[in-house]
């Protein structure tokens, strides 16, 4: 089992940045990917980042030059540096993590940008 515990939404103005990390406890599993998804609401969840155990990342077109993930193996943690945020990018943000076997999510966490 993988447990996925995420941190760091709120609320902020247009323009503004946050933060978001997501910690994962594992036992004797091998994570691959991690990464970050969000759903606004009224529409399907879309991938927002990911990074490979390599450090290969991926990015939505919509947040590219503005998003920013990262990964410490060591602490099986993944952030998600977000910078000029626009309203649209108001959605909850869910952590993944990918093992050879299973996907893992988070419980989600807010991240609401106002105009």
């Known amino acids: 089992q993988v447990q996925l515990v995420e941190s760091g939404g709120g609320l902020v103005q247009a323009g503004g940045s946050l933060r978001l990390s997501c910690a994962a406890s594992r036992s004797g599993f091998s994570i691959r990917t991690m990464g970050w998804y969000r759903q606004a609401p009224g529409k399907q969840r879309e991938a927002v980042a990911t990074i490979t155990s390599d450090g290969s990342t991926n990015y939505a077109d919509s947040v590219k030059g503005r998003f920013t993930v990262s990964r410490d193996s060591a602490k099986n943690t993944v952030y998600l540096q977000m910078n000029s945020l626009k309203p649209e990018d108001t959605a909850v943000y869910y952590c993944?993590?990918?093992?050879?076997?299973?996907?893992?999510w988070g419980q989600g966490t807010q991240v609401t940008v106002s105009s």
């Open positions: 993944n993590a990918l093992t050879w076997t299973s996907a893992y």
